[in-house]
């Protein structure tokens, strides 16, 4: 990006910045057979693409310039990220590293700790993974069993964690522990530690999904975590996690992917309820970028987000099963020919609807959504999915 710190530049002026660059990068990447076949951006991973991402001066648009962001508006940041679902980069390592990690580090770590991984994550030199979720712990997060033990200087950490995005190139992870067993409520003994993927005692392995990309399992054996590398309070992960799950539910780059679907069989749809279907959906995109919108207002405000970014993630991962459902009515058998997401609308839709299976899962699934906006917006304490 050129000069981004002299003055605040307009949306406008960076959003066709990134349109620009966006639309170079995914056909330098178009014939890696790695992303052909990525059903959406948060499913296809590229070391090269990230790092391009840094080096364009794409990382942290909105994060304080001390640390290497560009001193931008969240605003910046969302349109951004739209522009860059829509051409359909491999996201999955920016959005776990800068928009949810980073914003979260940039949020709850100590200032030592963020001056020394930030600058980092901004280059476009540091690759996160999120150890969040284990075999008997996803929605009920709060249930987790890895243990992080106090020993001099840090902690020893054993644990199992699964569907982990990325962890298969991470060179960090972003690690949900226990660390008091016998806390009153379970959620009240968790901290977040911070823990480089080259530590002895890690162990990953990767499998293929549906969406084209991999998840991963990660074990961990007695890993050494230096104390300083704790984010927040020791005990008080919880009030982190959520926070960082705020972070990851604003799904901006998700509304770029809808409005790429929508514009490419908007070119092809004849029949009139067809168009009439994709009007409706166009209208709706709107409301879900709003939403999104309002989820980063809030963040970057320091109000309460967990309402407002879960109505943003549910709205936008229903809408890509209703666009791909939609895709696959107006072009017919031609759309389960999965020729890869650059072989024009076909390959899209077919990439789509492969994916959109876990996007109602992942960063939580749709029911606990539901549960989120019905209990921190609408004030339905009791309500149960
Ligand atoms: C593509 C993808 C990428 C992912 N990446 C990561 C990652 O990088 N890091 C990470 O930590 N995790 C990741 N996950 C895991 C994801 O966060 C979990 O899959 C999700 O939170 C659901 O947990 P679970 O799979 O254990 O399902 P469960 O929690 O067992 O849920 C199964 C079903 O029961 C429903 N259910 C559960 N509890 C309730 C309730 N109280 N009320 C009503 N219904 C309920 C759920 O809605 C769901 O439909 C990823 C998942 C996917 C699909």
Request: proline share 3%; net charge negative; hydrophobic share 40%.
């Amino acid at each position: 990006m050129d000069s981004p710190n002299i003055q605040m530049k307009s949306i406008a002026t960076v959003t066709q910045e990134a349109d620009r660059f966006a639309a170079q990068l995914a056909d330098q990447l178009r014939d890696d057979p790695w992303n052909r076949f990525q059903g959406m951006p948060s499913d296809g991973d590229s070391r090269e693409a990230y790092e391009a991402l840094g080096r364009g001066g794409w990382i942290g648009l909105h994060w304080p310039e001390t640390i290497g962001g560009h001193g931008l508006t969240a605003a910046h940041t969302d349109a951004v990220e739209e522009r860059f679902g829509y051409h359909w980069l491999p996201l999955c390592s920016y959005l776990l590293g800068v928009k949810t990690i980073g914003n979260a580090i940039l949020r709850f770590a100590s200032a030592e700790l963020t001056e020394r991984i930030l600058p980092e994550v901004t280059a476009g030199r540091i690759v996160f993974c999120q150890g969040f979720s284990e075999p008997g712990a996803g929605s009920d997060l709060a249930s987790l069993r890895t243990r992080a033990v106090k020993r001099t200087g840090g902690y020893l950490v054993s644990g199992h964690k699964i569907w982990t995005s990325s962890a298969q190139m991470a060179d960090w992870i972003y690690l949900a522990v226990r660390t008091d067993p016998d806390a009153i409520r379970p959620h009240r003994g968790l901290s977040v530690l911070l823990c480089r993927m080259d530590t002895p005692g890690i162990q990953v392995r990767e499998f293929p999904t549906l969406g084209g990309g991999l998840l991963c399992e990660v074990w961990l054996d007695e890993v050494f975590v230096p104390e300083d590398q704790l984010v927040g309070d020791q005990n008080g992960g919880w009030q982190v996690l959520m926070g960082t799950l705020d972070f990851e539910r604003v799904t901006s780059e998700k509304v770029g992917v809808v409005a790429r679907v929508v514009d490419e069989l908007e070119a092809v749809a004849e029949r009139a309820e067809h168009r009439s279907e994709l009007r409706t959906v166009r209208g709706e995109l709107d409301a879900a970028r709003e939403l999104g919108r309002e989820a980063s207002r809030h963040l970057m405000q320091g109000l309460p987000a967990s309402g407002v970014s879960s109505m943003c993630k549910l709205s936008v991962a229903l809408l890509c099963k209703r666009v791909s459902r939609l895709g696959m009515d107006v072009l017919g058998a031609e759309a389960l020919i999965d020729g890869g997401v650059h072989d024009g609308i076909a390959g899209k839709v077919a990439a789509l609807r492969r994916a959109t299976v876990g996007a109602t899962i992942a960063g939580g699934a749709s029911e606990i959504q539901r549960r989120v906006i019905a209990r921190r917006s609408l004030g339905l304490a009791s309500y149960r999915a």
